[in-house]
T-cell receptor, first 116, second 114 residues
Framework: GAVVSQHPSRVICKSGTSVKIECRSLDFQATTMFWYRQFPKQSLMLMAT?????????EQGVEKDKFLINHASLTLSTLTVTSAHPEDSSFYIC????????????FGPGTRLTVL | GQQLNQSPQSMFIQEGEDVSMNCTSSSIFNTWLWYKQDPGEGPVLLIA?????ELTSNGRLTAQFGITRKDSFLNISASIPSDVGIYFCAGPPAGGTSYGKLTFGQGTILTVHP
């Protein structure tokens, strides 16, 4: 149990376009989902915390108008990178925390975004 | 913010050797989590620790929650090539309003030579 999927697994887009990444908890309900960004050989950097039915909470330095997060249901959160630029190229990973569960976060497989 | 100091940063070992890595914090943690991340993948939860002094095993992996609640270690016995990856410790700092957010260590990059 506790499987999280992400789609797409990798995406290449042109500068100025928007990209949507989906995160789904497949076999459990997640009241809270998290979005991370990771650079090569570095730790995970939390971008935002997404609670079902409410606005996401963004970490300091993360532009909420650029990284739009929607948590429409207990099993789905989406991250939209708007007007992407090459510096947005990165590995984006979501995680989900089980409703009524402990502090464990279960991670998706990640999305490799390349902006040309 | 909270910091977790994870060491060593990298390890190069021979297949069959045992591995030990640890995390320390200046603050108390209520939960310690150990994750492994394969290249190009998301982290996978290996072991979760909930009580000070707790020692938990998962196959060849053993992790302990330090008595002071400020540290944890992960041991891997008889390493094999598929143990290669980055290992992260993580946990929610005790108290405060972290809303379930995890603080992550810097990671330990493990390389196993056949």
């Amino acid at each position: 149990g506790a499987v999280v999927s992400q789609h797409p697994s990798r995406v290449i887009c042109k500068s100025g376009t928007s990209v949507k990444i989906e995160c789904r908890s497949l076999d459990f309900q997640a009241t809270t989902m998290f979005w991370y960004r990771q650079f090569p050989k570095q730790s995970l950097m939390l971008m935002a915390t997404s609670n079902e039915g409410s606005k996401a909470t963004y970490e300091q330095g993360v532009e909420k108008d650029k990284f739009l997060i929607n948590h429409a249901s207990l099993t789905l959160s989406t991250l939209t990178v708007t007007s992407a630029h090459p510096e947005d190229s990165s590995f984006y990973i979501c995680s989900a925390r089980r409703a009524g569960g402990g502090n464990e976060q279960f991670f998706g497989p990640g999305t490799r975004l390349t902006v040309l | 913010g909270q910091q977790l100091n994870q060491s060593p940063q990298s390890m190069f070992i021979q297949e069959g050797e045992d591995v030990s890595m640890n995390c320390t914090s200046s603050s108390i943690f209520n939960t310690w989590l150990w994750y492994k991340q394969d290249p190009g993948e998301g982290p996978v939860l290996l072991i979760a620790l909930y009580k000070a002094g707790e020692l938990t095993s998962n196959g060849r992996l053993t992790a302990q929650f330090g008595i002071t609640r400020k540290d944890s270690f992960l041991n891997i016995s008889a390493s094999i090539p598929s143990d290669v990856g980055i290992y992260f410790c993580a946990g929610p700092p005790a108290g405060g309003t972290s809303y379930g957010k995890l603080t992550f260590g810097q990671g330990t990059i493990l390389t196993v030579h056949p």
